[in-house]
């Protein structure tokens, strides 16, 4: 029988390049690493999943110090390329700072079914509601390869 194994992790919530979470991570790559004395079927890992907030507010700096002090080494301690990893963006994976580009519509609850798949299904009013995923999007897109899914 063939199996999958994924390794799913969330929040890590990354502010800048002084936010320590040193000791976090080294317990996590150690345990990764280690993972085949914890029990001989962890031994493989197909892919990870990280499923919200990486950044804490949607930077493009949060998530270039992600990459490099989180998912490098994490991927490395896998044994994976960068297109094994499946990133959902969070809350925390928007910039609030781009709020301010939203129209007013968007800055109270929508009315209704018919106004929802107005947003979502006009291209430019989907390319409006995403502004604040820009950072997220790019990040995904340069460093996996993979074209991130719009409503992930």
């Known amino acids: 029988m063939t199996t999958v194994t994924w390794l799913h992790l969330s929040d890590w919530h990354q502010k800048g390049k002084d936010f320590d979470r040193q000791v976090v991570l080294r317990a996590l790559l150690k345990d990764i690493r280690e993972r085949n004395e914890i029990s001989p079927t962890l031994w493989k890992i197909d892919f990870v999943i990280f499923s919200g907030d990486v950044a804490f507010s949607g930077k493009s700096e949060e998530y ?30 928007l ?55 719009d409503y992930a």
């Open 64 to 93: 270039e110090t992600a990459k490099e002090q989180f998912f490098q080494p994490l991927l490395e301690a896998c044994g994976l390329e960068p297109s094994k990893l499946f990133i959902v963006p969070g809350n925390h994976d």
């Open 95 to 149: 910039n609030r700072d781009d709020f301010s580009l939203l129209p007013s519509d968007l800055k109270k609850p929508l009315s209704g079914e018919k106004e929802v798949q107005k947003w979502l299904t006009e291209d430019r009013k989907k390319d409006r509601l995403l502004d604040p995923f820009q950072a997220f999007s790019s990040f995904v897109r340069e460093y996996t390869g993979q074209e991130p899914s």
